[in-house]
């Protein structure tokens, strides 16, 4: 069974800095294109950015220049860099495949709250 453990969020005021990871327990990892999806209440879950197999990178407008996703297939560990915070940003942040995949059973997430 695929496990996806999310961690690093925390309070932080706008414009400060979090890392977050995923590590991901159960599959093969390498193979798969990973992203990393928001959520917050009583809205749907969106897609924030995307890393393909060959570290292709594609990301939400809003998130452009200021996040960074990457990835370690050697820890099947994949990262999200988040600078210029924004209270918008508050949210649940999960990993998963691409949603244009099968996704696998959602972790519990990690909160990211944006605030002064």
């Known amino acids: 069974q695929v496990q996806l453990v999310e961690s690093g969020g925390g309070l932080v005021q706008p414009g400060g800095s979090l890392r977050l990871s995923c590590v991901v327990s159960g599959s093969i990892f390498s193979f798969y294109t990973m992203a990393w999806y928001r959520q917050t209440p009583g809205k749907q879950r969106e897609l924030v950015a995307r890393i393909t197999d060959g570290r292709t990178t594609n990301y939400q407008d809003s998130v452009m220049g200021r996040f960074t996703i990457s990835r370690d297939n050697a820890k099947k560990t994949v990262y999200l860099q988040m600078n210029g915070l924004k209270p918008e940003d508050t949210a649940v942040y999960y990993c998963?495949?691409?949603?244009?995949?099968?996704?696998?059973?959602w972790g519990r997430g990690t909160q990211v709250t944006v605030s002064s």
């Open positions: 998963n495949r691409d949603q244009l995949d099968v996704l696998w059973d």
